[in-house]
């Protein structure tokens, strides 16, 4: 068996060409079976008499198999054919139709060895991966380009051959070039030209005959319409070469100024000019940067005109895309008490986030079940298009819960086939009933950090009451770490500090609330921020800038210091300053009486601090508070590390930092954000320690105990 | 594939499958062609299931792996939708070269699968030393059942020995996966009743198993599937290539002693071997519980006619609920079904109508649905994965809980407490037994 595959520009007479050749071959007692790769499922018409036969992916979206029986269909001078099918002009994924169908017929024990030949009449240009597959080992052995002397044509023939030469790394398989006349200046030459240019030949010149529209009319090849003509001869020498003279090469394709100088060349009859832009013509940015991750949020407002774009870094020097937009999207949505989401992916990215909020210790978690629903997308949602799936799953939603909101938000598989979701959403959305959209896309739309602020943006600008005004001393929270297992415990912390001054809270936008809560949203003026983290930030200002809020630029704090800088801060806005000065007081005394208690443990000790990136402040003040010596601060650089001003601070290190830190500076323990396993104690601390007065008096205490632990527990001897 | 009605976001899907069916081989290093976010998850599961896991390491802080010591990934993000994967599927097969593994496994996710890179040619231009094999798509929501058989027939075809050459009394045992709940208890269980009819175990495909004991699959007198959803395509593969027949692809899995009895007899009928050891080690069993159970019944009437939910696969819950209906008189409310397997599925709705039965059966129902299903059924015990344990939860009064299935998320296991063979069966009544006093 032979597998031939013919490419070419859509409307270049692909299909005619095909056809007729396989007619030709079909004389000759040849067994052919031609699978046509083209949504529009016209190319074994000819073949058929005209009949449109049913496709493979018509049955699969009907019936849920696929039979070689029905799809399979016997034509002129038996040959078989098969029609892909595919998705309706604008939605779906064609190429991936051709990926499943090729897959499938294999699936079905369609056994190719049986024919001397198998035709692939490939759509158009090699748009994307889906389109080559017939070139991949397995499909075709030699392909053909089917072209005309138009320049449109040429180019599309050149980047067929770029997709051909990644896909033969060993062995030739440009069968050759065939010209389909359409009336161009020295067609034929340009052809010939062409072909030699990248390393094969024009094997046959089809020229204009209105033979073949009569053809077509009748639904015929010209081999059975017009066998005695000229024409027909043409097509049987092309069989002729493929049978007996085929010499398949690695193509070389032009690059692109090389495809200029030819056309210019044969084409235009003209020397190439490059005309600079005009110096107030705006150059077109082809591939904007776009923001991808979250530290990206804050460096946008930079100047990135010299920076290169994503298309023009190397993998290893683009920024990874931590999480994705989706997890973080529904990280926000899951914590709305009476709103369900509904994720347009595959089950296995909702299964992901399912998990990951059912992994949350249960007293962290607030919402009685995962408010999560999945479309399950099926593979002929992807080529086909999804919105029947994505209404049918609204639509189970809606009888459900009749009045709760919808977020609908999107993995990136729903981001690559591009649903037209919104007008969908617009049909369906009533009075009763929202149903926002959140195109957060995946990986495509951004890191988790990105997904999360989409989401706190388009819920506010949707759902939050610009007509209210601010009642006194309220505040609303923003960007509480919802994932964090000391969420609640930070909750309480800031609401008794708050309750001290006498401040009540509002709205926390968003852990734990409801829609109720967000169309309040703006009966605070006060907005506390959980971090000072770029996305956070971001989220302040936004909802400053569209709600008049104004935020307070102090984060939740960690640590004795920050804590109470945070109530100073906060009561100073408020004017509670005197309430402030008492709860600090009565949390100084404590700590200080416990610090000093603790202090002769641990005076005069030197420490090493392993940190990830993450804030330690808390950690260094307490050690200072206790006397102890911070010899080294090892930063590792995993994730996006903080500018820090700590002292003796050490960035990017790697395992064996420690092994040489601790012989320079001989430290009685080392403090790590990870176990480690060292000759010396080590302890860890939290990543993500809670706010308030006391987590380094906390930690103080704990690491007392622990320091009195064998360091090298017993089974680590069991290695 | 799954049915498309259904929106539960709860079920590992055909991508997860086959990552299991990689993980599951001792010297595999599975390589996901896909986004941070989608190699997370599984990569956690992963370093807590496998069998072989590896300590957390701060090298593994390396490119490709971003802190996990499993399932280092090609980290996808846009620029790679639109312009191929290639050069970075490319530089992480350098890199893991390194470590010399024994086999690499490069999955694409349904992003990399839907815009069609061709694994193949690139594992082919890259030309490293470990076998490499290529899964171009799993699908978009396929079950985590056809994920894993999919997998494991391009892995066998990729590795297997072709030397047909048969090893006397030998078998294949197929059909468990890595993230099975106590799979590894459950094969050890397996094995030690097949050497009392003294059959060796040539290889437990894809579940824990070395490379070298998957190639010599081949050679293989027998394939013994445990569970029919996890292993029909598998036999079916293995009989066509290499000459392999299977006996009990339609019988409920070896739960429970009937079914446990069943199982192994066909076994030893097939080598025509005394099956004396399996009656006698049924007989054990049932001295050793007849006393507890005596005793049970004796002080409390709960136990008979208890009303219990179940979910798991077909093969599982069919040979669950026949034990746990006919030997301890427990009353079935609520039969759930995670993966459907053909002949197990029907058989469990037959036994079930011939019973005159009116339990619910649900094929993967939403948390929604599973919650109106306990108000209505109000079980008192409930088998089942994580998922539905926390659903009850929300119940007034919540079922006793006894984890049969994943994703289970709470408890490592160490001790030898199988579910699957006789001692299974003193695993599960010993659950039920202790859990009956607090039952409300």
Redesign the interface.
């Known amino acids: 068996m032979k597998g031939i595959a013919f490419y070419g520009k859509g409307g270049i007479g692909k299909s005619t060409t095909i056809s007729n050749v396989i007619a030709a071959l079909s004389l000759k007692g040849k067994k052919i079976l031609q699978i046509g790769c083209d949504p529009k499922h016209d190319s074994a018409r000819l073949l058929l008499g005209g009949f449109t036969q049913t496709t493979v992916l018509e049955q699969l979206t009907r019936t849920g198999v696929v039979s070689l029986d029905t799809v399979m269909l016997t034509g002129y001078n038996q040959v078989k054919c098969i029609e892909s099918g595919g998705p309706e002009p604008g939605v779906g994924c064609a190429g991936r139709g051709i990926i499943q169908t090729l897959q499938l017929l294999k699936d079905q024990g369609l056994d190719t060895n049986q024919f001397d030949y198998v035709f692939f009449d490939v759509l158009g240009d090699v748009v994307c991966g889906g389109f080559a597959v017939p070139m991949r080992e397995g499909y075709a052995d030699e392909i053909y380009i089917v072209s005309s002397g138009e320049i449109a044509s040429i180019y599309a023939a050149n980047n067929i051959a770029k997709g051909l030469q990644r896909f033969t790394s060993t062995h030739g398989k440009l069968g050759g070039i065939i010209g389909n006349q359409r009336g161009t200046n020295n067609e034929r030459q340009v052809l010939e030209e062409f072909a030699k240019k990248i390393g094969t030949q024009l094997i046959a010149f089809i020229p204009r005959s209105e033979l073949i529209p009569q053809a077509e009319l009748n639904s015929k090849t010209i081999l059975e319409f017009a066998p005695n003509t000229e024409l027909a001869n043409i097509y049987s020498t092309i069989a002729n070469h493929i049978e007996h003279h085929s010499n398949p090469v690695i193509p070389i394709p032009l690059s692109e100024t090389e495809l200029e100088d030819f056309l210019h060349e044969f084409c235009y009859n003209t020397k190439p000019q490059i005309n600079p832009p005009h110096p107030t013509q705006t150059p077109i940015n082809n591939n904007p940067p776009k923001q991808t991750t979250s530290q990206n949020t804050t460096n946008s407002k930079n100047n990135t005109a010299n920076k290169p774009t994503a298309q023009t870094l190397t993998p290893k020097e683009r920024i990874p895309v931590y999480g994705c937009s989706l997890t973080g999207a529904y990280n926000i949505i899951n914590q709305i008490n009476d709103a369900t989401a509904l994720m347009d992916s595959p089950q296995g990215c909702a299964y992901i986030s399912y998990c990951i909020h059912q992994k949350v210790p249960p007293d962290t978690y607030p919402i009685d079940l995962p408010n999560l629903l999945c479309t399950n997308m099926q593979e002929t949602d992807v080529i086909f298009g999804g919105t029947k799936n994505i209404e049918d799953s609204l639509m189970y939603i809606k009888k459900r819960f009749p009045t709760q909101p919808i977020f609908l938000i999107t993995a990136c598989t729903a981001g690559l086939i591009g649903d037209d979701i919104n007008s969908l959403i617009s049909k369906l959305n009533t009075n009763n009933q929202r149903i926002l959209h959140i195109p957060s896309d995946g990986v495509m739309g951004g890191d988790f950090y990105s997904g999360l602020l989409t989401a706190c943006q388009l819920i506010a600008e949707q759902f939050i009451d610009k007509t209210l005004n601010p009642l006194d001393d309220t505040v609303n929270l923003i960007g509480e770490q919802n994932l964090a297992t000391t969420a609640n415990q930070n909750f309480q912390t800031i609401n008794h500090i708050l309750t001290a001054l006498g401040i009540k809270i509002n709205c926390r936008y968003i852990r734990q609330t409801n829609i109720d809560e967000i169309k309040n949203f703006k009966k605070a003026k006060v907005n506390l921020p959980a971090t000072n983290g770029p996305t956070i930030d971001a989220l302040c200002t936004f909802l400053d800038k569209h709600f008049g809020t104004q935020t307070l630029q102090i984060p939740m704090p960690i640590g004795f210091e920050q804590t109470v800088k945070f109530t100073r801060t906060v009561a100073q806005r408020f004017g509670k300053e005197a309430l402030a000065e008492k709860l600090i007081t009565e949390a100084q005394t404590t700590y200080k009486k416990e610090i000093e208690q603790l202090k002769p443990r641990f005076a005069g000790k030197k420490a090493l601090i392993n940190s990830n990136g993450a804030n330690i402040d808390w950690l260094h003040s307490t050690l200072s508070a206790l006397d102890v010596e911070v010899t080294q601060i090892n930063a590792f650089n995993i994730f996006a590390p903080e500018e820090r001003t700590l002292p003796k601070l050490e960035a990017n290190y790697t395992a064996d930092y420690i092994e040489k830190a601790v012989c320079l500076n001989h430290p009685d323990f080392i403090l790590s954000a990870r176990t480690l396993t060292t000759d010396i104690p080590c302890v860890s601390f939290p990543v993500l320690p809670p706010y308030g007065f006391n987590i380094g008096l906390d930690y103080a205490k704990e690491l007392n105990l622990k320091l009195k632990i064998p360091f090298v527990e017993g089974w680590r001897y069991d290695e | 594939?799954?049915n498309?009605?259904?929106?539960?976001?709860?079920?590992?899907?055909?991508?997860?499958g086959a990552i299991a069916a990689f993980e599951g081989i001792q010297e595999a290093c599975t390589l996901l062609n896909g986004?941070?976010?989608?190699k997370?998850?599984p990569a956690y599961m992963s370093s807590i299931l496998a069998s072989h896991p590896k300590p957390?390491?701060?090298?593994y802080?390396a490119?490709f792996y971003?802190?996990q010591t499993r399932i280092p990934c090609?980290?996808?993000?846009?620029?790679?939708?639109i312009?191929?994967s290639e050069?970075?599927v490319t530089?992480a097969l350098k890199q893991l070269e390194q470590s010399k593994p024994g086999i690499i496994g490069v999955i694409n996710h349904?992003?990399t699968?839907?815009?069609?890179?061709?694994l193949?040619?690139i594992i082919?231009?890259t030309n490293i030393n470990p076998i490499t094999v290529a899964i171009?798509?799993t699908?978009?929501?396929g079950t985590y059942a056809s994920g894993f058989q999919d997998a494991v027939i391009k892995i066998l075809d990729g590795i297997i020995n072709r030397n047909n050459q048969k090893i006397s009394r030998t078998v294949n045992i197929i059909g468990s996966t890595l993230f099975h709940y106590n799979w590894e208890n459950d094969i050890a269980e397996i094995k030690r009743i097949l050497k009392l009819l003294g059959i060796q175990t040539v290889s437990v495909i894809c579940a824990g198993e070395s490379i070298a004991n998957i190639q010599k699959a081949s050679q293989a007198e027998l394939n013994l599937v445990l569970n029919e959803e996890y292993g029909d395509r598998i036999v079916s593969y293995l009989e066509t290539v290499h000459g392999i027949p299977n006996i009990n692809l339609g019988l409920q899995a070896p739960y429970g002693l009937s079914a446990s009895e069943a199982w192994f007899k066909a076994v030893a009928d097939f080598f025509d071997t005394s099956s004396e050891s399996i009656t006698n080690e049924s007989s054990r069993v049932r001295k050793k519980c007849y006393p507890a159970l005596a005793h049970a019944f004796s002080f409390t009437s709960s136990l008979r006619g208890m009303p219990f939910a179940i979910f798991g696969d077909s093969s599982q819950v069919y040979a669950l609920t026949t034990f746990l209906y006919e030997y301890l008189g427990m009353l079935p409310v609520v039969v759930g079904i995670k993966e459907v397997g053909t002949k197990n599925f029907e058989s469990i709705k037959k036994y079930l109508s011939a019973n005159m039965l009116d339990t619910s059966v649900l094929v993967n129902p939403?948390?929604?649905e599973l919650?109106d299903c306990f108000n209505k059924t109000t079980p008192k015990l409930l088998l089942g994965s994580?998922?539905e344990k926390?659903?009850s939860?929300?119940l007034s009064n919540p079922p006793q809980f006894i984890p049969i299935t994943f994703?289970y998320?709470e408890r490592v296991t160490l001790t030898n407490r199988p579910l699957m063979g006789f001692n299974g069966v003193l695993t599960i009544i010993e659950d039920i037994l202790n859990m009956v006093k607090y039952v409300r």
């Open positions: 594939m799954m498309n009605s259904s929106k539960a976001s709860h079920r590992p899907d055909s991508l997860i986004p941070i976010g989608c997370t998850y957390v390491d701060i090298n802080f490119d971003f802190g090609t980290y996808i993000d846009e620029t790679d939708f312009y191929g050069s970075k530089q349904s992003g699968s839907l815009i069609g890179d061709d193949t040619r082919q231009n171009d798509s699908g978009f929501t939403d948390q929604y919650l994580s998922i926390n659903v939860l929300r994703p998320y």
